[in-house]
Structures are given as C-alpha cells and as structure tokens.
C-alpha cells in the first residue's frame, strides 16, 4: 500500500472511531463552534485560550487528532490480532515461564513479575476485556471495568506508537499521556509496573491508606464496582472450565 492510500485509510479509520471525540485527542476548536452545553463545561479562561489558538496552529492540532483516532483504531485491530497470537503461542504449554512471555505479542507488556501466570486461559480471559475494550472506543466510551482492562489500555497505547512509526505519523506531542488521562480514572495500576513497590498489592495496609483498589493478581479481573461489568468468561476461573475446555487445555 503507498502512502496516499495508507493516509487514506487512517482517516476513514478515524472516521470510525466514535468513543473519544477529536477535543479528546488534542484538537482545540474554535469556542464559536461549540454547542452550548459544551461552552457551559468550560471556563472562561479556558474559552479565552481556545479563541486566540492561531487558525494554522488549529488546522494542524486537527489534523493530528485524525492521526490519532486513526491510529488508535488500527492499533485496536492490531492488540486483538496479537493476544490471538499469544493464545496459539501458549497453546498446549503445561508450564509458562518468563522466556515464553517475553516472546509474545502483547503479554510482554503486562507487569513481568506475573509472567509464568500468563497461561493460556489467561490470554483468552484478557482478549475478551481487550476486544470490551476497543468496542468501547467504536462505539460509547466508559472507563475501564477492572485492572486487567486498564492494563490493556496500556498494551494498546504501545500499539498506536507501532502504527505511528510505522506510517511516520506526525502526532500531537504528548499524545500518550493526554491519553491516559482521558481513559483511565488514574494510573494507580502502573505501580504493578514499579520495582520499587514490588509487593505493595499483597499489603492490605497499603492499598487501604491509599484507597487502592484490590490489585493482586487474582483480581485482576473483577469488576472495580456493581456499576462497572466485566464479561463472564474473563471472570472464569480454571476450575469454572466445563470438562470438554478442561480436557482441550490439558492436551
């Protein structure tokens, strides 16, 4: 594919993803623009800023707000594929070690200090709250379910930096952290990520004196709360198999 039909393609991508609007992706249009609920969300300061942004300087931001709905919604394609990848990399392994995962697509990028409990069953349980994830994005945005669901998130934004350098995507600078703000709550989960604190999610003192939500790897897949939902198979567990899953995980 050549590179006009490539830019193409990453705009009518963009066009399609409807869970984050272009505001969320760095574009700053015009206060005039603005329906009058969303001037009511904005303070006055802020409507100030957004009136005198140069109409070059807006151009561009919009322009790279496309880029990156495009690329987020090729990266969403990407981080689905890849986890199915996994799952037939981990197909049939009685035992998982660090080495395995560290050859994988996208597991490699979840908190290595749980790499030999990435099994099979676990790569099946985090594609269902991935693919959760990226309809989110296609269609009403909410926040994530459960800490495995924030950890894709992560996984995924690795992916749009994968479509980006590998189309040379001028992008907003400082699009990953605008992002992260916009669909995680908080960054709480990436402390699973720190050496420093390794242990900190099995010290009920901790999590409690800074209202963490249950991080040890056993919860990674319950719901944060009743109003958030996470699929019944990601909620499966490996005795939960019925005897045919059982028996086709054990060969």
């Known amino acids: 594919m050549d590179t006009e039909d490539s830019a193409a393609e990453l ?31 904005l303070d006055t300061e802020t409507l100030e800023e957004m009136a005198v942004i140069p109409d070059e300087e807006r151009h561009l931001r919009l322009d790279r707000a496309r880029r990156l709905a495009g690329a987020l919604w090729q990266a969403s ?29 996208v597991l490699w990028s979840l ?7 990435y099994n099979g069953l676990f790569a099946r349980r985090f594609l269902v ?62 402390m699973l990520y720190d050496p420093s604190l390794d242990g900190f999610q099995d010290d009920e003192q901790f999590t409690e004196a800074f209202r963490l939500a249950p991080m040890a790897f056993e919860h990674w897949f319950e ?8 699929a019944p198979y990601a909620r499966l567990k490996p005795w939960g198999l019925d005897p045919v899953s059982r028996e086709i995980d054990e060969r």
């Open 77 to 105: 394609i990407i981080l689905v594929d890849e986890i199915f990848q996994d799952i037939i990399a981990l197909y049939g392994k009685e035992e998982i070690t660090q080495d395995d995962i560290e050859k994988t697509w």
């Open 129 to 190: 709250v991935a693919a959760d994830l990226t309809t989110k994005l296609a269609g009403t945005w909410s926040m994530p379910s459960c800490v495995a669901q924030e950890l894709a998130i992560r996984c995924l934004l690795d992916k749009v930096d994968l479509v980006a350098d590998s189309q040379d995507l001028d992008l907003e600078p400082g699009w990953r952290g605008r992002l992260t703000d916009r669909m995680l709550e908080d960054t709480d989960s990436y």
């Open 11 to 41: 705009y009518a991508d963009a066009d399609r993803l409807k869970g984050l609007t272009l505001r969320d992706l760095g574009y700053e249009p015009h206060p005039d623009s603005l329906s009058p609920d969303e001037r009511a969300e």
């Open 111 to 117: 908190p290595l200090q749980y790499a030999t409990k």
């Open 223 to 230: 719901p944060f709360n009743e109003e958030r939902h996470v």
